[in-house]
Structure formats: C-alpha cells, structure tokens
C-alpha cells in the first residue's frame, strides 16, 4: 500500500513546487544561507551553505528535478550524471574567476527552464540541458564572491554534494514516480508551468 502511494505523493509534491513557484511569479532571490540566519564565512559555513543552497532556490531545484523526467525513454549512465556536475563546477569556477562577466545572469536561469520545457515537448535536443546547467553554477557562484579560498572551497564541495543527491532525487524518485503515473497530458501541463516559471524569471530579471 505504501509502496503505491509514494509514486503518486512525489509526483504531488513536485507539481506543488510548480505551483508554487508558479504562483510567485517572480524570482525567489533569498535562497542563501547567509541571507537567513548570519553567519561568518567559514569551512562549517561554506559547507552548509553549499550542501542548501540548490534546496533552498526554488529555481535551480525545479531544474534539477525535471531531470527525472527528462531522462525518461533513455538509459541512465552514470557519466551523464558527472558530466552536469562537471559543468554545474566550471559555471561557479568561472563565476568566481570572472565575476559579473555574464550579462543578465539571472535572466540565463529562467531561460533554461524555457529550454528544459521545450525539451520535454521534444522540441529541442536533451543534450542541451547539460551546458545550460553552467549558467545556473555561474548563479550559484554569486553569493561567495569575496570569500576567502577555504570557505569557498568547502562551499564548492557542499554544492558538488547537494547537487549530486539532487539528481538522485530526480533520476531515481522522480523518474519512477513520473513513469508509473505521469501521462502525455500532466507532462503537457508541467512544460507549460516550466516554460511560464522560465519566462517570469528572465522577465523579472530583464525588466525592473
């Protein structure tokens, strides 16, 4: 019984962070630690910054998510996993090294949720959800800028962590759950709610 009902309370707690973030319609930007409770930067501090930071934006984590389904159709490999999480690093590693060198950086974010909708429809090949994944490590990058090398480092760890059982999340939870109870019209609706999250983000950030 249990078992039957997990599928069906994951996919809901999916659409309801759609919903959610749908109803918002405008970007979560306090999705930081340090933006909630103050704190020095530190090993200790970069590391649980790091490992809540991609749970705490709503934007990063419907990306992430989505994955699940997204990979539905196609056998799951492991070095498809290292290789978004290869590409998530180079974004913040860039970000660090070149701050403020990508215009409308917040804007990329709602775009790519606008590309991981049109990839659902397969209206756009599923290989380009891994470089669109560099904008969101550039994004990520932001919020350390001025730290000092070991507080980043271990920030850098705790993302590599959050963002790797993310995608486990994704790839085992959702996926499952997406292929025993998803249908051709609920995967319509959450493009739709993906592709209306994704513009909202880039105009709010675009337009004042």
Not at 53 to 70: E, N, Q, T, Y
Not at 74 to 84: K, N
Not at 157 to 165: K, Y
Request: net charge positive; proline share 7%; no cysteine.
């Amino acid at each position: 019984m249990f078992k039957s009902l997990f599928p069906k309370a994951s996919l809901a707690i999916f659409f309801s962070v759609l919903v959610l973030i749908f109803g918002l319609g405008t970007p979560v930007l306090a999705h930081h630690l340090m933006e909630f409770f103050p704190m020095e930067p530190s090993p200790a501090s970069g590391l649980l910054s790091g490992l809540l930071h991609p749970a705490l934006g709503p934007d990063h984590l419907l990306f992430l998510l989505a994955l699940g389904i997204v990979s539905l159709g196609q056998e799951l490999r492991f070095r498809w996993v290292l290789a978004l999480l290869a590409v998530g690093l180079a974004g913040s590693l860039t970000g660090l090294a070149l701050p403020n060198s990508l215009p409308w950086a917040e804007a990329w974010i709602g775009f790519s949720l606008l590309l991981e909708a049109l990839v659902l429809l397969n209206r756009l090949p599923k290989l380009l959800l891994i470089p669109a994944f560099a904008f969101h490590g550039y994004v990520l990058s932001a919020s350390v800028l001025g730290w000092e090398p070991t507080p980043v480092f271990f920030y850098l760890i705790g993302l590599l962590i959050s963002q790797g059982l993310l995608l486990w999340v994704a790839l085992k939870v959702v996926r499952n759950s997406w292929a025993q109870w998803g249908s051709t019209g609920k995967l319509r609706i959450v493009s739709g709610m993906l592709a209306g999250i994704g513009t909202s983000l880039a105009w709010s950030s675009l337009v004042p």
